[in-house]
């Protein structure tokens, strides 16, 4: 399954950022692959003149790669520019989003991690390694990372998304998860399929079909024929056995 390369929706947000943002599974509605986790902030707001020239220049190719839907070619840019400078925080980071894109999920935490250690007070390292983790199925350390990126940047809409999205996964604290989660549905459009989830399970069936709807009401709900069974179904069948998602192919 494949990111899609664009330069401004919802990653995790700094003016200038690339981004890549992934297409969602359509055998699931929970975000447990590169479907609708965030896509990647790559741009760090600071600025360390020690840098070289050289490396800020591969940066630069790097980032003219990926708007050509190179990505493979955008990671080599990046790891010759660490190879410069192996202490350059915002390659680190790009570079973890690339390895993301390449579906080497193991490789972008690391990057992440690499990102962190280097000024752990940096937030957008922390949101990125929390979707690393979960793409891993890492839902632990995923919930650590969201935690951890939420502590830093109270109000940040991806790190609220991401920690609701991982409770949803796990099924636990449903109270935390259903705030998060109504905190960042104008946001994140899944969001609204994460809460019909958690409604049901919890035996609110009508507050899911709203979800639902508000979902159905966007223009360009990109799982619009799933949620439509989704709901027919609920409407369909009584309150106590209505099915907490629908039987996608």
Same mark, same amino acid.
């Given at each position: 399954m494949r990111m ?12 200038s ?14 975000p447990? @692959?590169?479907s &609708?986790?965030?896509?990647f902030e790559e ?10 020239p050289?490396?800020?220049k591969?940066?630069?190719? &790097?980032?003219?790669?990926l708007?050509?839907?190179?990505a ?7 790891e010759?520019?660490l ?13 973890g ?8 999920y ?17 937030s957008?390292?922390?949101?990125n390694?929390s ?6 199925q ?7 990372a969201?935690?951890r ?6 109000q ?8 609701g ?16 989660l ?28 709203e979800e ?6 966007l223009?360009?709900?990109?799982k619009?024929?799933n ?14 056995? @209505?099915?907490?998602?629908?039987n996608?192919?």
């Amino acid at each position: 399954m494949r990111m899609k390369t664009n330069i401004s929706i919802l990653l995790l947000f700094l003016a200038s950022s690339v981004c890549a943002q992934t297409e969602q599974t359509p055998s699931s509605l929970l975000p447990a @692959a590169p479907s &609708s986790v965030p896509r990647f902030e790559e741009t760090i707001s600071v600025h360390d003149l020690r840098i070289p020239p050289k490396a800020v220049k591969e940066l630069q190719r &790097s980032q003219n790669a990926l708007q050509s839907g190179d990505a493979r070619s955008s990671a080599r840019h990046l790891e010759r520019a660490l190879q410069i400078y192996p202490d350059y925080l915002e390659a680190h980071n790009a570079l973890g989003a690339r390895y993301i894109e390449l579906a080497e999920y193991e490789k972008a935490a690391a990057e992440f991690q690499k990102a962190i250690a280097i000024d752990p007070l940096v937030s957008q390292p922390w949101n990125n390694l929390s979707v690393a983790f979960f793409l891993q199925q890492r839902y632990g350390d995923a919930e650590s990372a969201a935690r951890r990126a939420l502590n830093l940047a109270p109000q940040h809409a991806t790190a609220r998304y991401m920690l609701g999205a991982i409770l949803a996964t796990e099924q636990r604290n449903p109270e935390e998860a259903i705030g998060l989660l109504r905190q960042t549905k104008l946001e994140f459009a899944d969001a609204r399929l994460l809460l019909a989830q958690i409604l049901l399970r919890r035996g609110a069936a009508r507050d899911a079909e709203e979800e639902l709807r508000g979902y159905l009401a966007l223009p360009d709900a990109p799982k619009r024929q799933n949620v439509e069974r989704w709901l027919a179904r609920l409407t369909q069948t009584p309150t106590t056995n @209505a099915p907490a998602q629908p039987n996608t192919p």
